[in-house]
């Protein structure tokens, strides 16, 4: 026979976390090809004359390079957007604005792709608008209905331009997270000094070696 003192109080159970995804990352590779392309042109034309350049040459080239790369990165390679079920990060050329999905009013896409949040508009640099592409959607999209008329509905929801596509999809999870705790909080928006700085000192360079003549 067991005593009372025997008897073990049943632990509680242990509380289940939130699952946490990972953000979804949406990038153009058509910039990110061109960059890539104009990096390595920039960067083999200056190197060269860098190293084989005579008198002032290779100091012109060097701030040249300091002022052109930062900023060819910046605008091609860096953008990106990253959305989570807290927040949408957007990283543009020269900064990254942090929106909870609670400050988001909407995102839409005309002739670029724009965010609204705490009464300002942000451009989505990572998502580029294309009305070739749009305007291929739509035909193609038309062109199908008329081939099956019971399929009209879904296939307008489909046949988007890939622009198109992702706002929709961040529009969505603005509505499904709007309301979440874990979502709450005012636009923060931070300046990409790594591109500012080298940039700013390869103009300042350029200009004294221009001015001394």
Known sequence: MTSPDDATTPEPAPRQEEPQYADRIYRSPAGIAGGVLMLALACWLGIDAVFRGEGRTPWLALAALLLVVPLLAAYTVRPAV??????????????????????????????????????RKYQLWAIPVSLRARKKAARRADREAAQDQYGTEALSDVRQAPSDEAIVELRKLAELHAEDDAAQGEPVVRWAYEVIAPSAAGALLLAVLLAVG
């Open 82 to 119: 990253f959305a989570g079920t807290r927040r949408l990060r957007v990283r543009n050329p020269l900064r990254t604005i942090s929106l909870p999905w609670a400050s988001v009013e909407d995102v839409r896409a005309s002739l670029s792709s724009e965010v609204f949040a705490g009464g």
